[in-house]
């Protein structure tokens, strides 16, 4: 009887979803991917502009999707391509970097990535001409940095 009173209470609190996830949690599986999606392109942005890795790192583990980082590989991917200097090429290669050496990102997540995004760049590049040569370039050093195998290096699609 006393969980239902409290549950009343938090339901007619104004915001009471919110605090409702704050008391018995919403993590995990159980957020949209529409909310997932917007929460990564978030600490993707918050990061170029801040440069701390520790910090996508500690947002993307309280995320407590494992399963879903595929999606931050491809929206950093995506950002590079979409970008016309060499600072978001390099802090991207650093993040991917960084999260692949403290294993935040598993080889399947990192792999699923890149395969989602060499699958998009046909439709990438109607909107980002030189998307296939950015591509190119960063794949050869994501591989050389050891972020990813020499058969994904190999996938990755040409002109």
Known sequence: RAALDRATV???MTKGG????NVWGSGGGQQ???HLVKEIDML?????????VLEVERSLQELEVPHFHHE????AIVM?????GEKTFKMILDLLKSLWRSSVITVDQM???YERVYREIPDINL???????VLERFVEECFQAGIISKPLRDLCPSR
């Not at 993707?44 to 701390?52: A, N």
């Not at 931050?72 to 929206?75: P, S």
């Not at 590079?80 to 016309?84: I, N, Q």
């Not at 909107?127 to 040569?133: C, E, I, K, R, T």
């Open 44 to 52: 993707l942005k918050e990061y170029l502009l801040s440069g701390d």
């Open 72 to 75: 931050l590989v491809y929206e």
């Open 111 to 113: 792999k699923r990535g």
């Open 18 to 21: 919110k605090r409702i996830d």
């Open 10 to 12: 938090l339901l007619s």
């Open 127 to 133: 909107d980002v001409p030189h998307s296939y040569s």
């Open 32 to 34: 949209s991917v529409k």
């Open 80 to 84: 590079v391509l979409e970008s016309t």
